[in-house]
């Protein structure tokens, strides 16, 4: 994968030095799309922030849950982190973002699946559910932003295939950040036409060519095959 290994390497130095990017990753399951990636971004080190979200097949009917990935990636929550202390540890992360968190806490603890308090439940009540998938898509955005002021944003979006609707349209929503910020998305799905996320590349190809890298990862060839069981297996590997 050396040639594509230097595709996504030099987008990515682009987006260290402020640079918006949008890298599409495509392929079958089990190719090597996330360990292109993961190679790809380890000399970036502290220069970028990487958050990342994941589609899930048992997640589709629930909303936005590769969105809610990267902010808990984002707050650090592991699996057993308990609701309280998310919603505690967002409020500590918003206050030196936004002067006023208020305006983005209730979207983005809708995001991340919080239960709201009555006073949050009320005015999200009084929102239709357009309004509130624009306030959140906006919540995210703002959310973004102010963390690229601080150094450039990498926003990794892995099984995409998988994804809903909403998060789709809040990820295509996203595109437009990488004109104007120093932001960074990476698109990691399997090659299916048929699938939602094959839309976004499609977007983001006709609408951002100058940002836009493509890579569709295809089986390695014998001698690239021999050359990596030989790595993995330290040499040992008699020739066939």
Not at 226 to 234: M, Q, S
Request: hydrophobic share 45%; net charge negative; aromatic share 4%.
């Amino acid at each position: 994968r050396d040639a594509e290994l230097v595709l996504v390497r030099d987008a990515l130095e682009r987006l260290a030095d402020g640079i918006g990017a949008i890298v599409a990753i495509t392929g079958e399951a089990g190719i090597g799309k996330s360990r292109l990636l993961a190679e790809a971004a380890a000399p970036l080190g502290e220069r970028v922030l990487v958050l990342e979200g994941r589609g899930l097949s048992y997640a589709q009917e629930f909303p936005y849950a590769p969105v809610r990935e990267l902010l808990r990636d984002w707050l650090g929550a592991g699996a057993t982190t308990s609701e309280a202390r998310v919603r505690l540890d967002l409020k500590a992360a918003l206050q030196p973002l936004f002067a006023d968190p208020d305006d983005v806490y209730p979207f983005l603890a809708g995001l991340l699946g919080l239960t709201p308090d009555a006073q949050t439940a009320a005015r999200l009540r009084e929102l239709n559910p357009e309004t509130v998938h624009m306030r959140s898509v906006h919540a995210v955005e703002d959310l973004v932003c102010a963390l690229a002021g601080e150094r450039p944003v990498l926003l990794v979006l892995e099984d995409l295939h998988w994804a809903d609707e909403p998060t789709l349209d809040l990820i295509e929503d996203l595109l437009e950040l990488t004109e104007r910020e120093p932001v960074g998305l990476a698109l990691l799905y399997r090659a299916d036409r048929e699938a939602g996320s094959w839309r976004i590349g499609e977007r983001a190809r006709q609408r951002y060519p100058h940002r836009y890298q493509e890579l569709e990862l295809r089986p390695l060839a014998a001698d690239s095959t021999r050359a990596l069981v030989r790595e993995l297996a330290e040499g040992d590997v008699p020739e066939p």
